[in-house]
């Protein structure tokens, strides 16, 4: 195991990264075979919800609506921000596999972040660390069925990058605001990111939490506002 495990460390990020988009576009292939052809299908239940979401409104209506049995069923019936089902119209325009695609590639574009959040800590063992996330079967699964975790998990390593590596906290902000509006449950980083900011206690680090929570809770209210208006629009 030591050995194997020296080994995956000597591997370049580069062709780690390959070798987990290889993958990514290998299982939703699978995906569609496995769809057609067996009883059980590979993908989650949850991204049809997501694609008769978007079909909605290319049709000019609410995702909310019950307009498909999925989405008229309490235990299946679409919760999400409307902007994923805008995200997911190309599933109707082009190939019901688009979602799919930009999940995974989500997926790999976080292992990116990680990549440089660790290199900024001079860490000895980026190859590793980015192995155990790339090929985590819990990873590539979930995205490589629809589930959009991917993005969630992408916006929460882009304001650690920005926090810790770019020292940029109007950008970390602007992307803690959009995940809290896609997932209630990013919430729960408030308090770690708080302690982060205030750092030594100086007048600086308590300006630097004060204008972090008003740029997180504008785009949180703006993204509401703006979806409440597009999906007027949309649906009119």
């Not at 703006?222 to 629009?233: F, H, N, T, V």
Request: glycine share 6%; hydrophobic share 55%; proline share 4%.
């Amino acid at each position: 195991m030591e050995a194997t495990l020296d080994y995956i460390g000597q591997v370049p990020p580069r062709s780690l990264i390959l070798a987990a988009v290889f993958l990514r576009l290998v299982l939703i292939a699978v995906a569609e075979v496995q769809d057609y052809l067996a009883e059980v299908p590979y993908t989650d239940v949850d991204y049809q919800v997501f694609t008769d979401a978007a079909e909605s409104i290319a049709l000019g209506l609410s995702p909310y609506e019950g307009r498909t049995a999925l989405l008229a069923a309490e235990a299946t019936r679409y919760r999400y921000t409307p902007l994923l089902a805008f995200l997911l119209l190309p599933n109707v325009w082009l190939h019901k596999a688009w979602g799919k695609l930009l999940f995974s590639g989500l997926d790999v574009a976080a292992a990116c972040l990680l990549q440089g959040i660790l290199q900024h800590k001079r860490s000895k063992r980026i190859s590793l660390s980015l192995a155990l996330w790339l090929f985590n079967p819990f990873c590539f699964t979930i995205s490589t069925r629809g589930s959009g975790e991917s993005v969630v998990v992408l916006l929460i390593y882009a304001v650690i990058y920005f926090l810790e590596v770019r020292k940029n906290w109007p950008l970390a902000a602007l992307c803690y605001g959009i995940a809290v509006h896609w997932r209630i449950y990013p919430i729960v980083y408030a308090l770690p990111i708080a302690l982060f900011l205030l750092g030594f206690g100086r007048a600086r680090d308590f300006l630097q939490l004060v204008g972090f929570g008003c740029v997180a809770a504008a785009v949180l209210l703006g993204l509401g506002l703006a979806c409440y208006k597009l999906l007027a629009s949309a649906t009119n």
